[in-house]
């Protein structure tokens, strides 16, 4: 099964980048994501993490540091769920490679090739030719509501008090599937999926059905 173990620049940076690299090269772990503004109704305050810039170093490799708030039950910054897969390579601002469906209309990724030690570990679901999910293998980074890989089960559900539908996972036993919603009222979910000890192993955010399948693409 592919992992994508787990965010970068979004377009409207660019000519401060440039700047910035006349003086200086470009790092090797990559650009660094702002949080742009992204469209329809703003996320409840209880999903806007503290703005918080994570080490280069966050995981004991290469991650580059990022800004919360990219990830929301929206999309992926200007890129919301539904659009189409070259909004997805914009919003990323850097390679996703050349993937592409084995039959028109079919599920794949968009995936950042890992670079060295630094493994992004996040990839963008593109089934029907739109963009429909996102899945996040990476502690580095965090979910709308201030969820991460690495958490305890108890944790998740102190931050998402109300909204955790929990399940056995159809795969691990002892695993759990942690299904959160958005309060916003909008379609999409949040599900957390933890290892038999209760801590989390992975996230992913989008629409359904995309949102629940479990083998991802199949």
Known sequence: ????????????????????????????????????????????????????????????????????????????????????????????????????????????????????????????????DKFSRIDVGNEGYTAPGGGKVGMERAEIERLYAGRVEASPHKYVEGAQTLRVTDTAGGTSALVFETDAAGKVTGWRIGVPPQVDYVERCG
């Open 1 to 128: 099964m592919h992992v994508y173990r787990v965010l970068p620049a979004i377009a409207v940076l660019s000519l401060a980048l440039a700047a910035c690299q006349r003086e200086a090269p470009p790092a090797e772990a990559g650009p660094v994501v702002s949080a742009p503004a992204v469209s329809g109704a703003p996320a409840p305050a209880g999903d806007q993490p503290d703005a918080h810039v994570p080490p280069a170093n966050a995981m004991g490799t290469n991650v580059p540091a990022v800004v919360d708030g990219v990830v929301t039950f929206q999309g992926f910054g200007p890129a919301a769920f539904g659009s189409d897969a070259e909004q997805v390579r914009m919003a990323w601002g850097n390679d996703l490679g050349d993937a592409s469906p084995s039959e028109p209309g079919g599920c794949y990724y968009l995936t950042p090739p890992q670079m060295g030690t630094t493994d992004y570990a996040i990839g963008f679901m593109i089934e029907g």
